[in-house]
T-cell receptor, first 112, second 108 residues
């Protein structure tokens, strides 16, 4: 089992460019999450999907959109990247909302 | 006041020392989680607790529901234990409530 995979690992964008971060899990988990982690700060929830077909905003959703494509995949889209979105992005999944979360390796994004 | 407080924020220990990291919280919980984030960035779930005590190798996690307090202990610490340790709660929603983390450095 690969667990939670994320692509790409690194990305550099110019202000105003768009991109999609991909996340997939092979554990048949119902819930999936997108977090960002800024230097010296903790993890902040951007969006989550409690189950296939549902998505909800977290603490810091502005500037992002998500798609729960199917049970395995949960993508995060930046429509018009801004330097404030420079961060490390983590995807996670859990069997249920109350359960242990399994994290992907992260995507390091720089917006110039 | 934050719902989850961790202490200490930073901790430096000598190899072989017994280490304790504390987590106090102020809300009702369904479970408490301990996570480890290594300098390379990866995040690993160490424990999920709703009562009592769990042990995995040199790591022990305890929780006292009445006192709203959990501890993570590392016995015979080693430089490879150097990481940020994060306490997180699940509390009736689909979201973690994160503590601010404890940065541990174990010196050889």
């Amino acid at each position: 089992n690969a667990g939670v995979t994320q692509t790409p690992k690194f990305q550099v964008l110019k202000t105003g460019q768009s991109m999609t971060l991909q996340c997939a899990q092979d554990m048949n988990h119902n819930s999936m999450y997108w977090y960002r982690q800024d230097p010296g700060m903790g993890l902040r929830l951007i969006y989550y999907s409690a189950s296939e077909g549902t998505t909800d905003k977290g603490e810091v959703p502005n500037g992002y959109n998500v798609s729960r494509l199917n049970k395995r995949e949960f993508s995060l889209r930046l429509e018009s990247a801004a330097p404030s979105q420079t961060s490390v992005y983590f995807c996670a999944s859990s069997e249920s909302g109350q359960g242990r979360q399994y994290f992907g390796p992260g995507t390091r994004l720089t917006v110039l | 006041k934050n719902e989850v407080e961790q202490s200490p924020q930073n901790l430096t220990a000598q190899e072989g020392e017994f280490i304790t990291i504390n987590c106090s919280y102020s809300v009702g919980i369904s479970a408490l989680h301990w996570l480890q984030q290594h300098p390379g960035g990866g995040i690993v779930s160490l424990f999920m607790l709703s009562s009592g005590k769990k042990k995995h190798g040199r790591l022990i996690a305890t929780i006292n529901i009445q006192e709203k307090h959990s501890s993570l202990h590392i016995t015979a610490s080693h430089p490879r234990d150097s990481a940020v340790y994060i306490c997180a709660l699940t509390s009736g929603t689909y979201k973690y409530i994160f503590g601010t983390g404890t940065r541990l450095k174990v010196l050889a």
